[in-house]
C-alpha cells in the first residue's frame, strides 16, 4: 500500500457561484484513513504544505501557494519554519480557506480548483477537483472611508453594491494597505431591496471582532453590525430628517456607532451628532444651525475619538470649523477658519501630515480659482498658519472639475480631474498632469465611482493608486505614482 492511500484530501465550498471579486471560502481537510498515526508537516494559513492549482475554460491557469498574496504585496518570502503535527489514526485537520486572498481577483470563467498537499518532500495527496463560476460583480455603488492615521498597517475598508438578477446585495470589502488590488476579505452581508448610499464606520481597533455598517432614508438611521459570517440590523427613528450621513463614522469596540448627519430644510441647514449605543439607546445633539444648503465637508476622526469637521456653505466664500470633544462628545467649539478671495473647494483634511519640525498636525487642503490660476493650500486647522500654496498649471481649455484629493505623509497634495469630455487627469504633487484614465474611458459613462487611494509608506507599492468601476461590472486598480 502506498503511503498515499492513507490519506484523503478533500474541498469544501458552501456554494460553487461568486460574484468576482467576492470572497471564496472553502474548507480543507486532511484525514487519515489508516489504522495508524503519522507526523505530518503542519497544515496552517501560512505553511508551505498546502497549494492550488487553477484551471479556467478560457485557458487561465496558475499554482498558487498560502503565501502568494505576500508576494504579490512585495514581501521579501523568507523560508517557512516547518512545523509538524500528529494526524492520530482515524483523525483529520481542517482549514478554513478565504481563495480571494490565495488567489487574487479571478476574472469571469468556469474555474476546476484542486489542492495538494505535501509533507516530508515524498508525501504528495491530491484533493477532489471542484468546478467554481465566476460572474460579473455589477457594482452600482462604492464607498471607501479614509482613515490617514492608520493608513499604514490597516486595510481599506469598503461598502459595495452589487446588481444580480435576484436583486441588490450588500458587501463588506477589506483591501490591503501595501497593494490595494489585493482583496483580503469581500463577503456578501445582506440583500437590499434597493440601492442605497451606505458606508463602512471606522473601527476603533481594527482587529476588533465586529465591524459597522450605516446608511439612512428620511428620518432612520440603519446599523448593520458585521461579525464573520453573521450580521444584525437595526432600524432606529429620529426626531428629524436625515438628507445625508456624514463620513466617515466611527464604531467602538463596545459596539457604540457615532455619526454626524445633515438635514435641510425650509432654507436651513442643521449639522446633527449621532450616537447610537451597543445597546440600541440614541443620543442626538444639534451642533449647528446656518441658512443655506451645506456646500462641501470633510471630517477626521483622531486618535481620542474625537471628531473634527470642516465645511462650507454654497455661496459662501467663508470656511468653518467644528471641534467635537469631551469623553463622551458632549463639547463642542467652532471657529470661522477663513474668508477666501473666491469660493474655495476641494476640501480634504489629514490628522497625518508632519509640519517643518516634525510635529503632527490637522492639516486641511482646499483649493481656490484666482484670476484664472487654480492654487492648492495647505492649512494648519489649529494655527490658521498656511503651510503650503502650490500653483496647479492646468490646461484651461479642458474645463476641470476637481473630483478627488489625498493627502500623502508629506502633507503634499494629489488631484483627480474631471475634463469636459470625461477623461480624467492626475495631477502629481510635482511634475505636470498625466492621463488616468485610459482610450474609449469616459467618466461618467463607461467608468463610476473613481477614488485615488494611498497605500501604505511602509510597503514596496508605495503610492497612489485610482480604483474605479469599469462598464458597471467590476472594479479596475491602477498605480498612478511611485512614492
Known sequence: MSLEKNFKLYLDFSRRRFVRGESIPV????????????????????????????????????????????????????????????????????????LIKILGELPEDLYKIKATYTSH?????????????????????????????????????????????????????????????????????????????????????YDQQKNCIVWSEKNVIFRCVVEDEKFSIEDFKLPFQVDSILEPQFFCEDGTLITLAYSFVEDHSTIYLIIIEGDGSVQTRCLKTFKGRLDEYTLVFDERTRAHLVYTIRGSNECYYIEIFGENLEKEREQMLFRSRSQCFALQLSNNCLDESGERI??????????????????????????????????????????????????????????????????????????????????????????????????????????????????????????
Not at 521579501?76 to 494526524?87: D, I, Q, R, S, W
Not at 518532500?121 to 484533493?127: E, M, N, R, T, V
Not at 467618466?443 to 462598464?471: M, T
Open 27 to 98: 474548507k480543507v481537510c486532511l484525514e487519515n484513513v489508516s489504522e495508524k498515526n503519522f507526523l505530518l508537516d503542519e497544515l496552517e494559513p501560512l505553511s508551505d504544505s498546502l497549494y492550488f492549482r487553477i484551471l479556467g475554460k478560457t485557458g487561465f491557469k496558475g499554482s498558487f501557494s498560502m503565501r502568494s498574496w505576500l508576494s504579490r504585496e512585495g514581501k521579501v518570502l523568507h523560508p517557512y519554519e516547518t512545523k509538524t503535527f500528529m494526524l492520530d489514526a482515524k483523525g483529520k485537520k481542517c482549514l478554513e480557506l478565504d
Open 121 to 205: 518532500g515524498i508525501l504528495f495527496i491530491d484533493s477532489n477537483i471542484v468546478q467554481v463560476k465566476i460572474v460579473p460583480s455589477n457594482p452600482v455603488y462604492i464607498s471607501s472611508p479614509r482613515d490617514y492615521l492608520r493608513y499604514d498597517c490597516d486595510p481599506i475598508y469598503s461598502v459595495w453594491i452589487s446588481r444580480q438578477e435576484e436583486g441588490y446585495f450588500l458587501y463588506f470589502m477589506k483591501n490591503s494597505p501595501n497593494f490595494p488590488k489585493n482583496i483580503w476579505y469581500n463577503k456578501r452581508v445582506t440583500r437590499l431591496d434597493k440601492p442605497c448610499e451606505a458606508y463602512a464606520a471606522l473601527p476603533e481597533n
Open 362 to 483: 490637522l492639516a486641511l487642503h482646499y483649493l481656490t480659482l484666482e484670476d484664472d490660476r487654480l492654487n492648492a493650500h495647505i492649512l494648519n486647522v489649529n494655527s490658521k498658519a498656511e503651510v503650503k500654496n502650490i500653483f496647479l498649471p492646468i490646461r484651461k481649455e479642458l474645463e476641470l472639475k476637481c473630483i478627488d484629493v489625498i493627502l500623502d505623509e508629506n502633507c503634499s497634495p494629489h488631484h483627480l480631474f474631471q475634463d469636459k469630455n470625461g477623461i480624467l487627469w492626475y495631477q502629481p504633487a510635482e511634475g505636470g498632469m498625466i492621463r488616468a484614465s485610459e482610450e474609449n474611458e469616459v467618466c461618467p459613462g463607461n467608468i463610476d465611482f473613481p477614488k485615488l487611494i494611498l497605500s501604505s509608506s511602509l510597503s514596496r507599492h508605495h503610492g497612489i493608486f485610482i480604483r474605479y468601476v469599469k462598464d458597471k461590472k467590476n472594479f479596475v486598480y491602477k498605480k498612478l505614482e511611485d512614492l
